[in-house]
């Protein structure tokens, strides 16, 4: 080959090739799509812990007849609840969860760090684990978590051996102090808790994920399986959903549903999203060598 041929560029013919189309898309074992999809290659560590499953969900208002089935159509490995649901005199949801799951017990109701402490301690006694979802809110209308007492709680139950999983409002600044405070990850909040309005708290989050050295699990306002595959797409760890679902008119059917968008979602942002055009249009079927090749791609 000549020097000119080894740095021309590559003709419509060769690129229509098969063998340029191989050497320019190359086709990874098929096994590898199943490792992904199923997370064996790709899992959620939170606090040296392996989650397969990036879905985490939440129990509060279902039918406790239906919690099986719908964790189980959720696929997911981690299911939170208020402590005060963990035991009761007519019913106990531990009776309810399929084994295996991770119990993630949450301090909802504490207005400080030593309140959401207290709780955290009579949670890990009743549902044997070390996990713990922090909730500290003042105010009952908007339910917005207090960062400064929530980064303390963190702080102190950090200390203690929990595996501190705080949900926060999406401060990129308050993420980090929680980093530092020890938490397991960070659970910025999409929109207010409840909402079903997704994420109306993107550009902050994007902030978050940016610049995370742990785990970003979008938690409260998720509402549509579409909403939990943007927020994989933008590259979070993990959702976090509940009232989408319990609100649902078929609840298992609901959770299916979120499981496929998360794992959509979660594959899409490790295949790279395609480029996105301003001001003109990409032909289909292409006529030049550009139209091939993306912006980042080598050109020989």
Do not use: W
Request: hydrophobic share 40%; with cysteine; charged share 20%.
């Amino acid at each position: 080959m000549t020097t000119n041929e080894s740095t021309s560029e590559p003709t419509l013919d060769e690129l229509v090739g098969t063998a340029t189309n191989t050497a320019l898309l190359p086709e990874p074992d098929a096994h590898a799509y199943d490792a992904i999809a199923t997370g064996e290659a790709d899992p959620l560590i939170l606090g040296g812990h392996k989650f397969t499953s990036r879905f985490i969900l939440g129990s509060g208002r279902y039918d406790l007849n239906l919690i099986k089935a719908t964790i189980e159509n959720a696929g997911t490995q981690i299911v939170t609840m208020a402590l005060r649901r963990c035991r009761t005199t007519e019913n106990n949801l531990l009776d309810y969860i399929p084994k295996g799951i991770t119990m993630l017990p949450n301090t909802s109701g504490a207005r400080n760090a030593e309140e959401a402490v207290r709780i955290a301690r009579l949670a890990r006694e009743v549902c044997e684990t070390d996990f713990v979802k922090v909730e500290i809110e003042h105010e009952t209308k908007y339910l917005l978590p207090d960062n400064a007492e929530t980064i303390r709680a963190t702080e102190m139950l950090a200390k203690e051996g929990f595996v501190v999983m705080p949900y926060m409002f999406p401060d990129p600044i308050a993420a980090r102090q929680l980093e530092d405070a020890g938490a397991a990850c960070v659970m910025p909040l999409g929109s207010l808790i409840g909402s079903n309005k997704g994420l109306r708290m993107r550009d902050f989050i994007e902030v978050i994920i940016a610049n995370a050295h742990v785990p970003v699990i979008i938690d409260a306002g998720i509402g549509r399986p579409s909403q939990a595959a943007e927020a994989m797409e933008m590259g979070a760890d993990a959702v976090m959903a509940y009232t989408a679902i319990a609100s649902a008119g078929n609840i298992p059917v609901m959770a299916r549903a979120f499981k496929h968008a998360i794992e959509a979602g979660r594959e899409a942002y490790l295949a790279g999203l395609g480029t996105v055009t301003e001001g003109h249009a990409v032909p289909s079927s292409p006529t030049n060598a550009a139209d091939y090749l993306s912006p980042s791609a080598p050109t020989a």
